[in-house]
């Protein structure tokens, strides 16, 4: 039987199931605002599976998916102390999300390392994992949803804009002008940040992208190497099989 794996971040929760051979063809999706006993209860009627792997950076949310999850069977909140299959070299490791971590162990099986990890969420973040392997740290930056969200929140004049490629850096209208701004500001954002973390690494890494807007930025950044949409997911579907060898 399979696994549930749930990567609960800001913005949306994705389910999908997994067993030890791979993810399955079964996906959903919520807003992580409408994530409740109910809307679990709907999601999860006549899917069967095991136990549960949880990610998550919401904890309002994350203690609705215990109170839900946890009467059924075993769940597993993934974190630090988990089977990541690589060390922490990291200060203060219960300070890294576990979104994060989900990708580092989602490289570590999916990709070479070294590696750096590009997630294009509600934050983006970059993270890095050595030869060793050891998952190393990163960087933080504003999601590109929040940078060209910020004009039509804070100004009078400036419109709600669909995030697209851009046609030229000239823009010949308002809304052209601010998707130019977002996307080809946000592509510099993201290759100074991936520059500067490989000047301090003694070997040349991988560069992987994951998260929503990963295909759309990384059509403009040719730094990055793959764009891998199951990355966080199969990250957890890979600690599972540590944490429940016994469950499939």
């Known amino acids: 039987m399979a696994w549930l794996l749930i990567d609960n ?7 999908a199931l997994g067993d030890a051979a791979g993810l399955i063809d079964w996906r959903r999706v919520l807003a992580t605002a409408d994530v409740s006993l109910v809307s679990l209860a709907t999601l ?3 899917v069967e599976f095991s136990a ?3 990610c998550s950076v919401v904890p309002a949310k994350a203690a609705i998916l215990k109170d839900f999850f946890e009467p059924r069977g075993p769940v597993h909140f993934l974190g630090h102390d988990s089977p990541l299959g690589m060390r922490i070299d990291y200060p203060l490791p219960a300070q890294i999300g576990a979104d994060r971590l989900a990708n580092a162990a989602g490289v570590l099986a999916r990709h070479s390392v070294p ?3 590009v997630d294009f969420g509600t934050a983006v973040t970059f993270d890095v994992i050595s030869a060793q392997p050891a998952y190393c740290g990163g960087a933080i930056a504003p999601g590109l949803g929040a940078i060209s969200g910020y004009l039509p929140q804070n100004t009078a004049l400036l419109p709600a804009i669909e995030l697209e490629e851009p046609a030229s850096a000239i823009g010949k209208s308002t809304v052209q002008a601010m998707q130019a701004g977002a996307v080809f500001g946000y592509r510099g954002l993201v290759k100074e940040i991936i520059g500067r973390i490989r000047m301090e690494l003694p070997e040349r890494p991988r560069i992987i992208a994951t998260g929503g807007d990963a295909a759309l930025i990384a059509r403009g950044v040719p730094e990055i190497d793959v764009v891998d949409p199951d990355l966080t997911l199969d990250g957890l579907r890979q600690v599972a099989t540590q944490v429940f060898p016994n469950c499939e």
């Open 9 to 15: 971040s800001n913005t949306r929760t994705k389910f």
């Open 115 to 117: 590696a750096i990890v």
């Open 52 to 54: 549960v792997i949880v």
């Open 44 to 46: 999860t009627a006549g």
